[in-house]
């Protein structure tokens, strides 16, 4: 396999999964999203840290998308936007992860990861979000449905074999949330280590009320 060069194969790695779409009754509350660490409201989720990820990740990228950017993503943007004011969009929070560019290179190992948290108006909005967002990007990106285990209330996955390596996509629903993790590894494969790393984020979000 050719070696690009780490900061070429950054950049490919976050204008990929970063382009690639990602989006959930009763009117909850908003949920309370943040970028940085701290503790989950009534309704919320903690993004990854780099204490959590692979050890010589660092974060690249970090904020919030506006819904612009996320349909920039789709084919067909103003379709998403329609789709995405359907389902009540409130807001999206991105981070990405990478080796920094002077690290020894770690075929097997995972060197990117993109976390995006998506909110809706309801656990019914999300799911159809996953759905929509999961075809489109199977499709656009040439990818492959895989079983995963159940993670959260839905959940899909999606592999493939992009120019940077292996790289799979978890989408997750948990009550109104949307929350994608694609990881990337440029010889081994990472699903494994990207389902626990899901699992982490979802530990950080308070269960979705039975409704009685």
Known sequence: ????????LAALLLAAISALPVLAGDDPPAPTMVA????????GIELLTEDQVPDGLVIIDDGE??????ADGFGDPEEAIERFTGWGWERNLIRAFHLPDDAPARPEEIDGIYVSVHAFDGPESAA?????????QAT?????????PALGDYSRGLFGEPVYGNEVTLYVQQ??????????SPEGDPTDEAIALMRTMLGSSPATPVAE
């Open 1 to 8: 396999m050719h070696r690009i060069i780490p900061g070429v």
């Open 36 to 43: 940085t660490p701290s503790p989950a409201g009534d309704v």
């Open 65 to 70: 998308r506006t819904l612009d950017d996320v």
């Open 128 to 136: 159809e979000a996953l759905d929509y967002a999961l075809d489109a």
């Open 140 to 148: 656009a990106a040439d990818l492959r449905e895989i079983d995963i």
């Open 175 to 184: 009550g109104p949330l949307l929350v994608r993790l694609s990881a990337a």
